[in-house]
């Protein structure tokens, strides 16, 4: 699959992974992409910049995103690509979050994917193609520290990733996960360059190069989308020794919070 001539819908779009998937996907030749964020100046940016169009958007809120994705399918045509990007971070352990703090990522990191499928989804089935693209962080495949609303929410999208693979794929719909260890964006912050950047995050990659790995992945119809090689060796460790794995997790928390006096969002 290449977004040449296909109509392009990216959540999160004003920053980091998702003005990167913006800008390239424009430069690719996109016939529209669709610049969604709750940054109305960041969204405007992004898509002057690109030629786009730019949706001012909560994505946590159902109505807001099953409308935009309505009117675009009426005003654009049908969604060919969604890239289900936006996401938040904060917090920390269960026993501090506020409830409403794990319910509005919980609607933002999760939710706000569902109900963008729930929309885009009965056409797509209907011209037997379309293609649906998922941000969830290694936090949701090996978890992160520190912030159990995030690496919670983002272990579900992994899930509904899998399973709409998994379900639709043989109809013509294909599902992509990005699951990126460290990269340079807003959500990581100042802790890119920090200890617990260096220990948790993983190594820090630039939002072109995930853009690059993503239309890498578009163009082979390949499900998995990893940031750095060591992705699949951790992966590889965890499902061989979960307990070796959650003895070495534990010995890096004690190493997060001796450096860095506590814990740091994922990225």
């Known amino acids: 699959m290449q977004v040449t ?3 392009c819908v990216v959540t999160g779009g004003a920053s980091g992974i998702g003005e990167a998937l913006c800008r390239r996907f424009a430069a690719d030749g996109a016939r529209a992409v669709v610049v969604v964020d709750r940054d109305a100046a960041g969204a405007e940016r992004v898509a002057a910049d ?20 309505t009117r675009i399918d009426d005003e654009l045509g049908p969604v060919d690509v969604l ?22 990522q919980w609607d933002v990191n999760l939710m706000a994917h569902v109900h963008a499928v729930r929309t885009v989804l009965p056409g797509m089935l209907a011209r ?57 964006t807003p959500m990581l912050g100042d802790q890119a360059d920090s200890e617990w950047g260096r220990l948790a995050a993983g190594p820090i990659a630039e939002p072109e190069e ?35 794995w959650l003895r ?11 450096a860095d006096d506590g814990a740091a969002p994922g990225g």
Not at 216 to 240: G, H, S
Request: aromatic share 6%; proline share 4%.
């Open 128 to 184: 037997g193609e379309g293609h649906l693209q998922f941000t969830a962080s290694m936090a949701g495949i090996l978890t992160s520290h520190g912030n159990a609303p995030y690496a919670v929410s983002k272990h579900a999208v992994v899930g509904l990733a899998e399973w709409l693979s998994i379900t639709y794929h043989d109809k013509g719909v294909r599902s992509y996960l990005l699951a990126p260890l460290g990269v340079r």
């Open 83 to 104: 890239c289900n990007n936006a996401g938040i971070a904060s917090g920390g352990d269960p026993l501090t979050t506020p409830l409403d703090e794990w319910q509005r």
């Open 248 to 258: 070495g997790m534990r010995r890096l928390q004690a190493r997060i919070e001796a």
């Open 5 to 7: 001539d296909r109509v």
């Open 50 to 69: 690109i030629g786009g169009l730019a949706e001012v958007v909560d994505v946590g809120v159902e109505s807001e995103i099953t409308s935009m994705l």
């Open 210 to 244: 995930v853009a690059q790995q993503v239309v890498d992945a578009f163009a082979e119809e390949r499900f998995l989308i990893l940031t750095n090689p060591v992705a699949q060796e951790w992966m590889a460790f965890k499902t061989t020794d979960p307990e070796k």
